[in-house]
């Protein structure tokens, strides 16, 4: 078998095809790569820059002191609104921090708060009667009926928890994304500011910039920019981009710009000391990550490494010793 195996190996026109293959699929792989990714940052900035222009809308009916409210987003399902208002939901499935939660996710407006109070009353029902019909008639349990009956609610609560682990699920992806993007964004806001920028600008500038880092962290800088520009006070728009954000390296620099708004301190200063602060903090959690890596790679090592590296060293021996060809 090994001989069969050395001279298959050896032998120039197997290793040609295979070498032809594995350069066609590559050709393939790097063609293809451009067709089938999506332009996600086009995608969210677009939806930032519309959600701009109907603030700006707002804010210029609210002066004209129009009787007609402008919608700031988009309007529910139909069938979602009524279900939601038929049975009350936002009373006993709505939480305090839900709609927060929802903008820290990045899903705003009325929209969101009724597709999550529809998910929440839809999923366990949906998981409640499926779970019936699968323990009672898919599957042939020797448990008792109760203990069926019991599997069966457990489902539910998971379908009422499901909504609220997604979001959480949303909310630590967009942190993360944020929190790694947040040292250099704020480099380049020093840098703007320092060379004679306005703050709006400094912020328009930065969100262009670090765009292609941080989706998610480009988003809420222009979102600060137009409500910088539209809303009447500039301190709700500060405290607005640390509410959505819900990082502390963030509300740091939000309380900073409100202090230099308010009493005219300094901002690059108080910008340069905590873009080094967040950049020690990005460093330090690198260095925890790295030191847990050896505990981790123990078991792969064992299980993956090992068998092989044992293989390799004892194959030629044993060839040696049972006299194998």
């Known amino acids: 078998m090994i001989a069969a195996i050395y001279d298959r190996l050896s ?11 594995v350069a066609a699929a590559a050709t393939v792989v790097t063609v293809a790569m451009p067709f089938v990714e999506t332009d996600n940052l086009g995608r969210r900035m677009k939806a930032v820059s519309v959600e701009r222009d109907k603030i700006r809308a707002r804010e ?12 700031l987003r988009q309007e529910p399902k139909a069938y979602m609104k009524q279900a939601v208002e038929r049975f009350n939901l936002g009373r006993w499935l709505g ?12 899903y705003r407006g009325e929209q969101a708060e009724v597709a999550f109070l529809f998910f929440r009353m839809v999923m ?7 779970t019936l019909f699968y323990v009672f008639v898919l599957v042939d349990f020797s448990q008792p009926p109760v203990i069926r009956f019991g599997i069966a609610l457990f489902a539910a609560y998971l379908g009422i928890k499901a909504p609220e682990i997604y979001l959480a699920n949303v909310i630590q992806k967009r942190q993360q ?15 703007c ?12 500038k930065v969100s262009q910039e670090v765009g ?3 989706i998610p962290l480009a988003e809420e800088l222009t979102l600060t920019t137009a409500e910088l520009s539209y809303l009447p006070d500039r301190r709700q728009a500060y405290e607005n981009l640390g509410m959505r954000t819900g990082l502390e390296p963030v509300r740091s620099v939000v309380t900073a710009l409100i202090q230099a708004e308010r009493y005219g301190t300094p901002l690059g200063q108080a910008l ?5 602060e967040s950049r020690d903090q990005r460093m330090t959690e690198a260095e925890k990550k790295a030191a847990a890596l050896p505990p981790k790679l123990t078991v792969p090592m064992i299980i993956f490494f090992l068998p092989v590296l044992f293989v390799v060293i004892l194959t030629p021996a044993l060839i040696q010793v049972f006299g194998w060809k």
């Open 124 to 130: 366990p029902i949906g998981l409640f009667l499926f």
């Open 272 to 276: 340069r000391v905590l873009s080094q």
């Open 177 to 191: 994304s944020i929190r790694r993007a947040w040292p250099d964004a704020l480099d380049l806001l020093l840098i």
């Open 95 to 106: 939480t305090d921090t839900a709609k927060q939660r929802l903008t820290m996710a990045g």
């Open 193 to 204: 500011v320092e060379s004679g920028m306005s703050i709006e600008h400094a912020f328009r």
């Open 60 to 71: 210029r009916e609210r002066l004209a002191k129009a009787q007609q409210r402008v919608s």
């Open 212 to 214: 292609t880092q941080s």
């Open 11 to 21: 032998d120039t026109q197997f290793l040609l095809a295979v070498l032809t293959a």
